[in-house]
């Protein structure tokens, strides 16, 4: 069998989706620094490094122990750049620290609680002005845990005239640090006139100090991403040459360990053009950029240059002030009558979907007992629970260290949500979610998964990772048994990535809570046998032995991620309508599936890891006749008409109107108004609209209420709501007679004209914020969230014809009297209000 190691695929499904937008997140934060400096009369240098410290949390002395070969925790030191131009007087200086028992490391440790403070003397040798550089390294735990912080830069400038000043040019760094945001480059951009109509194209990168941005010529695919330039050129403009730099440093990278190309403090780039001199040109660059210690993800800006005036601007910025910022009344649907603490009437109103978020932890836990019975972790239970239960210590003691395992397997799966709380705007979570690349990713890598599950090659975490890991999990206490819970969670990523992803996949799209539900829910159920057995080990006899049947349960989670694989693909061809999987093809293929899972529950098919004249249990047997049943079930959905609706499917197919037959019915406008008069689809409807001027004005002009569907293609439970509830006669006849209904899909993809795009501020919190508007879900994801507060999607609001707020908006609502409800609540109301 062939072996795939694969690190970075080993954790795609977690750590990809948080480096979209949450790389830097910062999630506990529990020190806070101050530095001063002073000049001394001798001339040497005082510094004090101050620190707050939250309560319950401490910080470690620069000598933590008083045995030196007692292992605990990092202490606290400077780490200074060698310099000619000063000397230490001395070790770093720290108050009298308490002395008490650490539960993390088991033994006496020094530390401060509350507050510390440091002070190192500096001996200058070189003359001023003169800059020194350094860097802070700390711990700090409370009872429970500990967490190591970014190492902390300490710049000191000394000027002509003696004044110090700590972290002057770090200051904005530093803020910038704690809401997890670096921001090291900063471009400007110029165009010159050279004459006979060509211009030069200059992109200059001026950089933080220590940061260094790289060059477009590196001489390895391995290492950090070059610096890339596109350009979008005007009818009849063309390019000369390709962009041209400044010589480069070449110099040892000690984050890819190479020699690289790259530019610190400016870095000039240069393109010629031949073009008019009122072109406009635009374009994007690619870069990346890091200092000694770390590398910030790659960043794309837009810019673009006018050349009648020889200026250039980043996208909505040019200096310090904003630029291309969009008249909020030209963009934004106005409507000054809509007050939604006071509606028209009290009826509707969105109320927490508490249901929703322990359904996604129910789902979360059903996928870690899937996970149980896998070939990875199956076997490694009553090994492990023996471990903690036998040997020399005390039963008791045992049982708590298995519980204490159980808990941390938990943990584990639970912390890897907490980014996805930090550092995200509203609509975030959803344009991840929906996010085309994003989508064909997950595609993709539930493929190979599955093929993996199949049994033709096999995906490993790298064997050296594992092994320091395990190694680790030797030290003992409560941070070896954490350690030793970790090397569980990778060594059995091969079998759980997969479900773990699945969960995840369909959590994301909900925001942060239910992310760390369904992740809760999937460390509690793998956790939870090592606690039970070890409470019980006469309970581990009756465990079936390991064997065959663990490889059958691989191949058949195989087949589910093929299916689900399916529609991640789906939710990106919605999205960009490319009209690869149509309803039917999408109930064609799930056939093809589950079919194929029927043959090999029965027998028929088999697998390269299959035990040879294997015989077919009666439970597999029982298994296999389910699926067959469920085939047939899904048989039908390739039809124009079937026999039989699929609503146990709702939200998973694409919709009804997305289809091979009404692609062949007419016009788009016909199919429209399909859904509006019921001459085609006597049992669907499509909302006619889908902006939202032209539905406001045909409600002028009908007197009709509006019903605004804000809705996303990727959204599964707006799928659900228009083919379980709006398909129900009473609600289909209100939807077509009473009401004009505008779809707004705030996932939708396609750009805006230009002159509707650009930069949209708004206030929060009072503070003003930014965001770019480019396309249409932008648009429409933007007058959700600022004029009826909400970024959830199904999300029906009701309005009168002159824009009064009929009642409080609601969201998804999966029963049929209570939709209902409503929509009798609105049209009473809208005739209430024509009245008066």
Request: proline share 6%; hydrophobic share 40%.
């Amino acid at each position: 069998m062939k072996k795939i190691n694969i690190t970075s695929l080993s954790l795609v499904i977690v750590l990809l989706i948080t480096s979209f937008n949450l790389v830097s997140a910062q999630v506990l934060e529990p020190v806070k620094w101050s530095f001063s400096g002073s000049m001394m009369e001798n001339g040497n240098v005082s510094l004090a490094l101050d620190c707050k410290i939250d309560e319950g949390w401490h910080v470690y002395s620069i000598q933590p122990s008083d045995d030196p070969e007692v292992f605990g925790p990092m202490p606290t030191e400077i780490i200074w750049e060698a310099s000619e131009a000063y000397r230490l007087l001395g070790k770093l200086q720290e108050g009298e620290p308490i002395k008490h028992y650490d539960p993390n490391f088991e033994v006496d440790l020094n530390y401060f609680e509350k507050e510390a403070h440091f002070t190192q003397l500096l001996e200058l040798k070189g003359d001023l002005p003169l800059n020194i550089k350094g860097e802070l390294n700390f711990m700090t735990c409370d009872d429970e845990k500990c967490i190591f912080p970014d190492p902390v830069p300490l710049y000191i400038s000394l000027s002509a005239e003696g004044k110090v000043e700590v972290n002057k040019t770090a200051t904005s760094s530093t803020s910038s640090q704690k809401s997890g945001i670096y921001e090291p480059a900063k471009w400007s951009f110029a165009a010159l006139d050279l004459g006979d109509g060509t211009h030069e194209l200059q992109m200059t990168c001026t950089l933080d100090d220590g940061w260094h941005v790289y060059s477009q010529h590196l001489s390895s695919l391995e290492g950090p991403l070059p610096t890339m330039f596109l350009f979008e050129l005007p009818e009849g403009a063309s390019l000369i040459d390709s962009v041209l730099e400044q010589e480069p440093h070449i110099e040892y990278d000690p984050n890819f360990m190479m020699d690289l190309a790259y530019f610190d403090t400016k870095a000039v780039f240069r393109q010629q053009v031949k073009a008019q001199s009122t072109d406009i040109i635009k374009g994007s660059v690619d870069f990346m950029v890091c200092n000694d210690e770390r590398c910030l993800p790659p960043e794309l800006i837009e810019f673009t240059f006018d050349l009648s005036t020889g200026k250039g601007m980043q996208l909505g910025i040019e200096g310090d002030e904003v630029q291309n910022v969009l008249d909020e009344n030209a963009i934004i649907p106005q409507l000054p009558k809509v007050n939604l603490d006071q509606p028209a009437s009290d009826c509707g109103g969105e109320v927490k979907d508490i249901k929703n978020t322990w359904m996604v932890f129910v789902f979360g836990f059903i996928g870690g007992l899937l996970a149980l019975l896998t070939p990875c972790v199956f076997p490694m239970i009553p090994l492990t629970v023996s471990f903690f239960t036998k040997g020399n210590q005390s039963r008791s003691k045992g049982i708590a260290q298995a519980l204490l395992y159980g808990f941390f397997i938990f943990l584990i799966y639970a912390l890897l949500s907490i980014p996805f709380h930090f550092g995200t705007e509203p609509e975030v979570l959803n344009e991840i979610a929906t996010g085309v690349t994003l989508n064909i990713i997950f595609f993709v890598v539930f493929v190979v998964f599955a093929i993996s599950f199949f049994g033709f090659f096999e995906i490993q975490l790298p064997t050296g990772m594992v092994n320091k890991i395990d190694n680790a999990s030797n030290v003992g206490g409560l941070i070896g048994i954490f350690l030793m819970a970790l090397t569980l969670a990778l060594v059995s990523f091969s079998c759980t990535g997969p479900i773990l992803g699945t969960v995840l996949g369909n959590a994301l799209k909900n925001g942060p809570w239910p992310i760390t539900a369904a992740m809760s829910g999937f460390g509690i159920a793998l956790g939870l046998p090592f606690a039970i057995f070890a409470m019980f080990p006469s309970m581990m006899k009756s465990l079936p032995k390991s064997g065959g049947w663990l490889n059958s349960v691989k191949v058949v989670l195989g087949f589910l991620e093929l299916a689900l694989a399916l529609k991640f693909l789906s939710n990106a061809d919605l999205v960009k309508q490319w009209g690869i999987i149509p309803r039917e093809a999408f109930f064609l293929i799930w056939t093809i599936i589950f079919l194929g899972l029927a043959l090999y529950l029965f027998g028929i098919l088999k697998f390269p890891h299959d035990t040879k004249n294997k015989r077919v249990s009666p439970l597999g047997l029982g298994l296999g006749a389910l699926v067959l049943a469920f085939t047939i079930y899904l048989a039908p959905g390739v039809l124009r008409n079937s026999p039989w609706n699929h609503d146990l499917l709702s939200g998973f197919p694409p919709p009804t109107f997305y289809s091979w037959y009404d692609q062949e019915a007419g016009s788009e406008d016909e199919q429209l108004m399909a859904g509006q008069d019921g001459e085609h689809q006597s049992d669907t409807f499509h909302p006619p609209f889908d902006d939202f001027e032209a539905a406001r004005a045909e409600a002028k002009a009908s007197g009709k209420p509006i019903l605004i569907d804000f809705t996303g293609w990727a959204c599964v439970n707006c799928r659900k709501m228009e083919e379980s509830v709006w398909t129900e006669p009473v609600v289909l006849d209100k939807l077509r007679n009473d009401f004009v209904v505008v779809s707004l899909y705030v996932d939708d993809r396609t750009e805006l004209p230009e002159d509707q795009q650009g930069v949209f501020e708004y206030e929060v919190n009072g503070e003003m914020k930014q965001k770019n508007i480019r396309t249409i879900g932008n648009k429409w994801a933007t007058f959700q969230t600022k004029l009826f507060n909400n970024n959830s999607q199904p999300y029906y609001v009701m309005l009168s014809p002159e824009g009064e707020l009929l009642a409080n908006p609601v969201g998804y609502t999966p029963d049929v009297q209570e939709y209902t409800d409503y929509l009798d609540c609105g049209i009473q109301t809208n005739a209430k209000t024509a009245s008066n």
